[in-house]
């Protein structure tokens, strides 16, 4: 069964705007990680965020985590036509040998 | 950064016959791969994990004897989908754990007429 579930299901923004997705989750965690991808390819992994953890940041992306109420938050600053991707969060769940359970991702369209 | 690489990219087989697709880690050494199939506009799925030398797990529902899946070394695992149908048409990605971190690969495109 899925572990994570993003909204929205689909964004759709202005080249320069904010993207915000969001990531819910119901286990406890080791670490949660987003992935991008694009259509027909695999996946790039963007972030990993630790369950210890309460925000990252690397470049434009900013994550955020909050174990209590099981939620994550990715953060697109200054959008770019090329973030349309897929977006995806991963739970590492605790006791679960690293396996990755994913959300169903989120469709970011940026237009130019 | 650790690159991982699969083999095909796509394939096109008959339904019936049995296709391999191949898993490497380039640069690192995977004691763990995973393998995941990805339905259209769906998300990820884990079908097993693999460890090297031993028997893959598979998650519930996937069918050991269907998908087979060697991991014969620290850079390589093979799926092979045996009597391929229609059904089993996905696009097939493994992914190699190195660290706290899963790297995949590009992903096979699988079409089983």
């Known amino acids: 069964s899925q572990q994570g579930e993003e909204d929205p299901q689909a964004l759709s923004i202005q080249e320069g705007e904010n993207a915000t997705m969001n990531c819910s989750y119901k286990t406890s965690i080791n670490n949660l990680q987003w992935y991008r991808q694009n259509s027909g390819r695999g996946l790039v992994h963007l972030i990993l965020?630790?369950?210890?953890?309460r925000e990252k940041h690397s470049g434009r992306l900013r994550v955020t985590l909050d174990t209590s109420k099981k939620s994550s938050s990715l953060l697109i600053t200054a959008s770019r036509a090329a973030d349309t991707a897929s977006y995806f969060c991963?739970?590492?769940?605790?006791?679960?040998?690293?396996?990755?359970?994913f959300g169903k991702g989120i469709t970011l369209s940026v237009r130019p | 950064g650790a690159v991982v690489s699969q083999h095909p990219s796509w394939v096109i087989c008959k339904s019936g016959t049995s296709v391999k697709i191949e898993c490497r880690s380039l640069d690192f050494q995977a004691t763990t791969m995973f393998w995941y199939r990805q339905f259209p506009k769906q998300s990820l799925m884990l079908m097993a994990t693999s460890n090297e030398g031993s028997k893959a797990t598979y998650e519930q529902g996937v069918e050991k004897d269907k998908f087979l899946i060697n991991h014969a070394s620290l850079t390589l695992s093979t799926l092979t989908v045996t009597s391929a149908h229609p059904e089993d048409s996905s696009f097939y990605i493994c992914?190699?754990?190195?660290?706290?971190?899963?790297?995949f690969g590009p992903g096979t495109r699988l079409t089983v007429t």
């Open positions: 965020i630790r369950s210890n953890e």
């Open positions: 991963a739970t590492d769940r605790t006791g679960a040998n690293s396996k990755l359970t």
């Open positions: 992914s190699a754990k190195w660290g706290y971190e899963q790297y």
